[in-house]
């Protein structure tokens, strides 16, 4: 269960007057079948979408074999349930189809009440690129995620040369009523969010 390391971490974080960065690593706090539990929460949001299913048939049991598939391609990187809310902040990471080995992030937030995910939100996604670059951006932006600060200067528009986030960006913003990232270019909407799912970044720049 989740629920006793979620109260351990709050009183860390009170007792030491905040975390660090590194203190909201999930590996500091959770042990792998806890950190495999978190992300079995959120993986019918997080995960690819089965071909044969949408939005509002995705937790039918029938696709059960489907999640426990993707579940297997995502590691919990940071770990956070904000103290004086039911909101737990977190990022992942999965393997990106790549000639290289690359990796792509995403940071949200969800709110989990009585073993039941209530709200759920993608805040950001991240480029694909090295594993180690990868974790060391996401320390930054993770950390500005939970404290509320301005994430717009690490979106493709504003960051220059340097890459952090893909999306949200200037077309496409996620729709927490839906779940979904969505495009503002017609017609582009349901295709978009399904290859971005399966591909982050191969229809937008070649490595």
């Known amino acids: 269960m989740i629920l006793k390391p979620l109260k351990i971490f709050l009183t860390l974080c009170i007792l030491t007057a905040g975390c660090s960065p590194i203190s909201y690593r999930a590996d500091k706090h959770l042990n792998e079948d806890e950190q495999r539990e978190v992300i079995e929460k959120i993986i019918r949001y997080l995960g690819k979408i089965p071909d044969k299913a949408d939005f509002n048939t995705r ?88 404290y509320g600060r301005d994430l717009k200067p690490y979106y493709p528009e504003n960051s220059g040369d340097e890459e952090y986030i893909e999306f949200p960006n200037n077309e496409v913003s996620y729709n927490v009523k839906k779940n979904i990232w969505e495009s503002s270019r017609e017609n582009v909407i349901e295709p978009y969010y399904k290859k971005l799912h399966s591909e982050s970044k191969d229809t937008n720049k070649s490595n």
């Open 59 to 146: 937790f039918d049991s029938i696709f059960d074999e489907h999640y426990k598939k993707e579940l297997d391609k995502y590691e919990l990187i940071h770990f956070y349930p904000k103290k004086n809310t039911y909101y737990i902040y977190f990022s992942t990471i999965r393997r990106a189809p790549s000639i290289s080995e690359k990796y792509v992030a995403t940071g949200g937030k969800f709110r989990y009440e009585y073993g039941v995910v209530k709200e759920y939100k993608e805040v950001f996604r991240t480029w694909k690129m090295e594993k180690e670059e990868l974790i060391d951006k996401l320390d930054m932006l993770f950390e500005r995620m939970v």
